[in-house]
């Protein structure tokens, strides 16, 4: 099993610097880390390659800079996702490991709620199946874009 943290907030609370933080303690301390970003934005602009790539059809788009790669794909396997933690920013509707909650309005199933990002937060470790990560990320409706039309997963 995995450990899964998922942090949750409106916008500009500070979700993305907590999972820095959390990140940041986990691999001081020998973890492997997944990273899970959900958002309503395409994740690139529409003048890049990659993009005009991944629309015409391409069911793999790899791109690399000299320093890192980066990999668009239509679809994911579990096993992808397999690490000693799985930070997940986004999902406020559902509930998929250590809930943490920036900022005001917390939902009713989060385990910590803090006040702004660089408040103090215990890390606690809730095992979840990979799959079951995936399968709720796989809920989340797909973006639609700023010209109306939702990207292929």
Same mark, same amino acid.
């Given at each position: 099993? !995995? ?16 999972? *820095? ?16 970003? #959900?958002?309503?934005?395409?994740? @690139?602009?529409?003048?890049?390659? !990659? $993009? ?14 000299? @320093? ?7 679809? #994911? *396997? ?12 986004? #999902? ?41 990560? #995936?399968?709720?990320?796989?809920? $989340?409706?797909?973006?639609? !874009? ?8």
């Amino acid at each position: 099993m !995995t450990c899964v943290i998922q942090i949750t907030g409106g916008k500009d609370v500070g979700k993305t610097a907590l999972a *820095e933080r959390i990140i940041a303690r986990l691999k001081e301390r020998g973890y492997t880390v997944v990273a899970v970003k #959900l958002s309503h934005h395409d994740p @690139e602009p529409p003048t890049k390659d !990659t $993009h005009r790539l991944r629309k015409a059809g391409a069911d793999k788009v790899v791109f690399y800079n000299g @320093e890192v790669y980066v990999v668009y794909k239509r679809g #994911l *396997e579990c096993a992808e996702l397999d690490a000693d933690f799985i930070i997940v920013e986004g #999902l406020r509707g559902e509930k998929v490991g250590y809930k943490i909650h920036v900022g005001p309005d917390p939902p009713g199933d989060a385990d910590a709620v803090v006040p702004t990002p660089d408040a103090p937060v215990e890390i606690k470790c809730v095992e979840a199946d990979p799959c079951a990560v #995936l399968s709720a990320l796989r809920r $989340h409706p797909p973006p639609r !874009t700023r010209w109306g039309v939702a990207p292929p997963h």
